[in-house]
């Protein structure tokens, strides 16, 4: 990985309250509204929910309105132009358009770090719900779905991707994972020098982090979509993201798909949200 000093400069708050990839329930919007409520200053970038029926379409379920708000979520980022963004969002499919935004921007020299209990790799044909939040990470890397008018504009590739955390993979995510060679990061014990070295490792000069919440053991934060047993511990987790966004050029954040309806309930993870409020107000130098 290539250190890039850059002047100290605020990040854009981009605030997505998507919830309609993660079924027919508004969980995900009330949690993102929770987390919006914690940030919520200065005049962040709002990208408009639709209204459009929940159908399904290419057994993608609420295909219409997702696709109508990532058209919506890009051409936000593309007209405001953004070098630092942080996303505060319901869902993982709300991360479709911010990463393929900035890996556009910084020609594909972006590592793209997913902290996530789920893969995020099923296509519409292997999803065993046709809920969109399983399939964003396998879009981004594929650009696009067979049939399906989906697309972005420059694929990751699977050199760019870290997974970890990840603890309840489906088995054709496990199998484009070995046939793509896809960095993961397997088991708890000692994960965090791990993941700092796999992060070393690349050569991208810039580094988005993806933050599902479901990373964390349930067991110390419940508040999510997807709760599966074990997890990182959340002050552990503060502290490896401190080391990265302290020697690495981070270019974009996220937080996604927390259930919690009140600020009482992101107390656990309060030492991560200002770490994410530190970085919106341009305290780290790389």
């Not at 605020?10 to 987390?35: C, D, H, N, V």
């Not at 690349?202 to 919440?213: A, C, E, G, N, R």
């Not at 419940?222 to 997890?231: D, F, L, Q, R």
């Amino acid at each position: 990985m290539i250190k890039n000093k850059r002047e100290h400069k605020r990040a854009a708050l981009i605030y997505f309250p998507q919830w309609q990839g993660s079924g027919l329930t508004r969980e995900l919007q009330i949690g993102a509204q929770t987390l919006f409520d914690y940030f919520h200053e200065g005049s962040p970038l709002r990208v408009p929910l639709s209204d459009e029926p929940l159908d399904t379409k290419y057994n993608i379920s609420g295909y219409h309105p997702l696709l109508t708000q990532l058209k919506s979520a890009e051409d936000l980022l593309y007209k405001n132009q953004p070098e630092k963004l942080v996303l505060i969002a319901g869902d993982c499919a709300s991360e479709i358009a911010p990463i393929d935004y900035l890996n556009s921007r910084y020609d594909g020299q972006l590592t793209v770090i997913w902290l996530d209990a789920h893969a995020d790799l099923n296509t519409p044909e292997s999803s065993p719900s046709g809920h969109f939040h399983g399939m964003p990470l396998r879009l981004l890397l594929d650009g696009g779905f067979d049939g399906v008018p989906l697309r972005t504009s420059m694929r990751v590739k699977s050199q760019q991707v870290i997974l970890a955390g990840l603890r309840d993979p489906d088995a054709p995510e496990q199998v484009y994972i070995i046939q793509n060679s896809i960095s993961v990061l397997n088991g708890m014990l000692g994960w965090k020098q791990k993941l700092l070295d796999l992060v070393a490792e690349k050569i991208s000069t810039y580094v988005y982090i993806h933050l599902d919440l479901d990373v964390l053991d349930p067991a110390s934060f419940p508040c999510v979509k997807c709760p599966t047993p074990a997890g990182f511990d959340s002050k552990e987790l503060n502290a490896c993201l401190n080391q990265i966004l302290d020697n690495y050029c981070v270019v974009g954040m996220a937080l996604t798909e927390t259930t919690a309806r009140t600020q009482e309930e992101l107390e656990p993870i309060k030492d991560i949200l200002d770490t994410y409020k530190r970085y919106i107000d341009g305290a780290y130098a790389n």
